[in-house]
């Protein structure tokens, strides 16, 4: 309905409160396949929900320009072994897939060294 209405969604979980579930977070994200494109998804779960946190202000934690890479904007990044666009499913096997992710400007996981 949201889409047909063509509302703004943003997706989140309350896993920040069940650490256990972190793991899973990807899975329940592929999930949304039922109802939207990779595309869709992946702008969702990134733009869409930069754009829900830009909108609380000052009291966002994050002061600059989220959900896009750009000079000066802030961002975490992913290089991923594979095409989201055409299987969504991927990004399920972070732990395998995701090579390379640079986050608050440091890279924290590099397979390709």
Do not use: C
């Not at 899973?24 to 949304?32: E, G, K, P």
């Not at 991927?90 to 400007?105: E, H, L, M």
């Amino acid at each position: 309905m949201a889409k047909k209405l063509k509302m703004k969604v943003a997706w989140g979980t309350d896993f920040l409160f069940e650490p256990s579930l972190m793991d899973t977070q990807n899975d329940y994200i592929v999930m949304l396949q039922k109802w939207f494109t990779p595309f869709e998804i992946l702008k969702m779960v990134t733009h869409d929900n930069a754009q829900l946190l830009a909108l609380s202000g000052l009291r966002s934690p994050y002061q600059g320009k989220l959900g896009v890479i750009e000079e000066g904007a802030l961002a975490d990044m992913v290089l991923i072994d594979g095409t989201p666009l055409e299987d969504i499913e991927i990004i399920a096997q972070y732990q395998d897939k995701f090579t390379v992710i640079i986050k608050d400007g440091k890279i924290i996981k590099n397979d390709l060294e």
